[in-house]
């Protein structure tokens, strides 16, 4: 699904991870779209990423433009 709360909105938010992912465990982007398993967030350069819901450990709204 898309960004409902903030349409039209580039949401950032910061997520942490149970199990790291590239060598990482907290990312900071733009919310691209959610869903009851994934979240997708876009970063620069155009790259995105989804992450398995399961495996957040924490998310947080980081700014709104």
């Known amino acids: ?32 779209a959610y869903d009851e398993k994934t979240v997708t967030l876009a970063f620069e350069k155009d790259e995105e990423k989804t992450f398995e819901r399961a495996n957040l450990a924490m998310i947080r709204l980081a700014f709104c433009d």
Do not use: H, N
């Open 1 to 32: 699904s898309s960004v409902m709360s903030f349409p039209g909105a580039k949401v950032s938010v910061d997520i942490k991870l149970y199990r790291a992912e590239d060598k990482q465990k907290e990312f900071t982007g733009v919310l691209k």
